[in-house]
Nanobody
């Protein structure tokens, strides 16, 4: 089992920045992909950005150029640096970890990000 603990959400004005962090614990061996998803009010959960253990990244078009994902494999952490935040970025942000060998998909408890206009 893998446990994910997120931190860093909050309230920020449009144009501001926030940093989300997520730390994995437990059976962290072979976590292939770590990433962030978000669920805006009344909408489905969507991928924000992900990063493999080798450092390859993928991100939603809506955040390209504004959000940066990074990972520290030794510390089992993933960080999402969010700049130039917009009201449409308001959502609950969830950390995710995938272990392909065990076919496991883990989620954090979620952290609220609110961007005021």
């Amino acid at each position: 089992q893998v446990q994910l603990v997120e931190s860093g959400g909050g309230l920020v004005q449009a144009g501001g920045s926030l940093t989300l962090s997520c730390t994995a614990s437990g059976t962290t061996f072979n976590i292939n992909v770590m990433g962030w998803y978000r669920q805006p009010p009344g909408k489905q959960r969507e991928l924000v950005a992900s990063i493999t253990s080798g450092g390859s990244t993928n991100s939603a078009d809506s955040v390209k150029g504004r959000f940066t994902i990074s990972r520290d494999n030794a510390k089992n952490t993933v960080t999402l640096q969010m700049n130039s935040l917009e009201p449409d970025d308001t959502a609950v942000y969830y950390c995710n970890a995938k272990q392909y060998y065990y076919m496991k998909d883990y989620w954090g408890q979620g952290t609220q990000v609110t961007v005021s206009s």
